[in-house]
């Protein structure tokens, strides 16, 4: 495994227009449940992800994982804490609000792809382009961004048409087509071989430092952490930097 550069520590403050810039939450709480049984999901939960930065975290099944990229992505509101996209504050109590700003400044890529059946290659990036706020219609160009990703020569492809690793390439080239500032990826290699989960992290991490996006990897795959600038582990709801 190549060496990767030291973890930022979790607690550094987010003092700077670069970090402003991408991914900060600070003192993040969430629980789950009610008074009767409760969880605790997230756990007073630093996080500081820059543009150009591929952070992954890993850690057991229900540690967590998911509730964090649900919070990050404005998706869930925390209890306590503060989550900053871009500068902009996800934990409005607007759900509307929240909406327009996880559809301008974030992008997911989901663990089997979650393409729409029906729907191209070329297609799947067109929707949300028309469907995103008019500031972004423009966005990347679909074809374009199908070739950048290794995908050119299956565009007029449906879902069925495209291996596992094809579609977590569309998969990841639709969450890009709309230039989010922050990706948040679950498990993107958990149907893929080692061959191809490779090949997916190494396009990940490619797309976050040439288009300084900042982006969070759930994985269990430990496999492909050599590809990843920060990686964090995460245990019954507390996040901390990997040794």
Do not use: W
């Given at each position: 495994m190549s060496s990767r550069p030291a973890p930022t520590a979790s607690t550094t403050p987010a003092d700077d227009a670069s970090e402003r810039l991408?991914?900060?939450?600070?003192?993040?709480?969430?629980?789950?449940?009610?008074?009767?049984?409760?969880?605790?999901?997230?756990?007073?939960?630093?996080?500081?992800?820059?543009?150009?930065?591929?952070?992954?975290?890993?850690g057991p099944s229900g540690a967590g994982k998911s509730s964090l990229l649900a919070v990050a992505g404005g998706l869930a509101?925390?209890?306590?804490?503060?989550?900053?996209?871009?500068?902009?504050?996800?934990?409005?109590?607007?759900?509307?609000?929240?909406?327009e700003l996880r559809r301008r400044?974030?992008?997911?890529?989901?663990?089997?792809?979650?393409?729409?059946?029906?729907?191209?290659?070329?297609?799947?990036?067109?929707?949300?382009?028309?469907?995103?706020?008019?500031s972004q219609r423009s966005g990347r160009d679909p074809l374009k961004l199908l070739a950048d990703v290794g995908m050119a020569d299956k565009a007029d492809r449906r879902p069925h048409q495209l291996s596992g690793g094809e579609r977590q390439r569309v998969g990841i080239a639709r969450a890009l087509v709309t230039e989010p500032s922050v990706l948040l990826v679950d498990e993107p290699t958990a149907a893929l071989d080692r061959a191809r989960s490779h090949e997916?992290?190494?396009?990940?991490?490619?797309?976050?430092?040439?288009?300084?996006?900042?982006?969070?990897?759930?994985?269990?795959?430990?496999?492909?952490?050599?590809?990843?600038?920060?990686?964090?582990?995460?245990?019954?709801?507390?996040?901390?930097a990997s040794s």
């Amino acid at each position: 495994m190549s060496s990767r550069p030291a973890p930022t520590a979790s607690t550094t403050p987010a003092d700077d227009a670069s970090e402003r810039l991408g991914l900060v939450m600070r003192a993040v709480s969430l629980r789950h449940g009610n008074a009767a049984e409760t969880v605790q999901a997230l756990d007073d939960v630093d996080l500081t992800v820059r543009p150009g930065e591929l952070a992954a975290v890993v850690g057991p099944s229900g540690a967590g994982k998911s509730s964090l990229l649900a919070v990050a992505g404005g998706l869930a509101r925390p209890d306590h804490g503060t989550v900053t996209v871009a500068g902009q504050d996800m934990t409005v109590p607007s759900r509307r609000t929240r909406t327009e700003l996880r559809r301008r400044h974030v992008g997911f890529v989901f663990q089997s792809g979650n393409l729409l059946p029906a729907l191209t290659a070329a297609d799947q990036l067109r929707l949300p382009l028309q469907l995103g706020p008019r500031s972004q219609r423009s966005g990347r160009d679909p074809l374009k961004l199908l070739a950048d990703v290794g995908m050119a020569d299956k565009a007029d492809r449906r879902p069925h048409q495209l291996s596992g690793g094809e579609r977590q390439r569309v998969g990841i080239a639709r969450a890009l087509v709309t230039e989010p500032s922050v990706l948040l990826v679950d498990e993107p290699t958990a149907a893929l071989d080692r061959a191809r989960s490779h090949e997916i992290v190494q396009l990940l991490a490619r797309e976050a430092r040439h288009r300084s996006v900042a982006v969070v990897m759930v994985t269990h795959d430990h496999d492909v952490l050599q590809y990843c600038d920060t990686v964090y582990e995460m245990v019954d709801g507390k996040l901390a930097a990997s040794s």
